[in-house]
């Protein structure tokens, strides 16, 4: 059986874990607010998270880093599968996320997203997460 841990953005801390028909993923809940960048900054990524049946996650954490490799900002989905990085700085980030439901886990990246400085408008990307692979 096969078993990760990922890190999500959430309060009360807690434990959920979710068991699928050939691996078993727990979720740690931190408490900590990362969601958004640094104020006054007005750039920003928001989209949706699904699964490429149309399906939303349960749950569906997300990252950004920056070119250094320092996590920029993280959040989680809401029960629509909507997310946001708001107050980004101007540059080059990564996104990563991770979704579960029931017994269906995928994963999204994407690299090299540019945020302009004079950038106003949010740049937008929907998510599909990619089957994790069974054992």
């Not at 727990?26 to 104020?39: C, K, L, N, T, W």
């Not at 900054?41 to 950004?64: H, K, N, T």
């Not at 920029?72 to 107050?87: C, E, I, L, P, V």
């Not at 269906?104 to 400085?117: D, H, K, Q, W, Y």
């Amino acid at each position: 059986m096969k078993t990760g841990v990922l890190r999500a953005v959430f309060v009360p801390v807690a434990v959920l874990t979710i068991v699928g028909a050939t691996s078993t993923t727990r979720f740690e809940q931190i408490p900590a607010d990362m969601s958004g960048g640094v104020r006054g900054y007005p750039g920003s990524i928001r989209g949706v998270v699904r699964f490429a049946d149309g399906g939303v996650p349960e749950i569906a954490v997300l990252s950004l880093v920056d070119r250094g490799g320092r996590v920029a900002a993280k959040t989680r989905s809401d029960a629509q599968g909507h997310y946001a990085f708001t107050g980004l700085p101007p540059g080059t980030y990564d996104l990563s996320a991770m979704g579960m439901a029931r017994d269906t886990a995928g994963s999204f990246v994407r690299e090299g997203i540019a945020i302009a400085p004079e950038r106003g408008a949010p740049v937008s990307i929907d998510i599909v997460l990619a089957p994790l692979p069974s054992e």
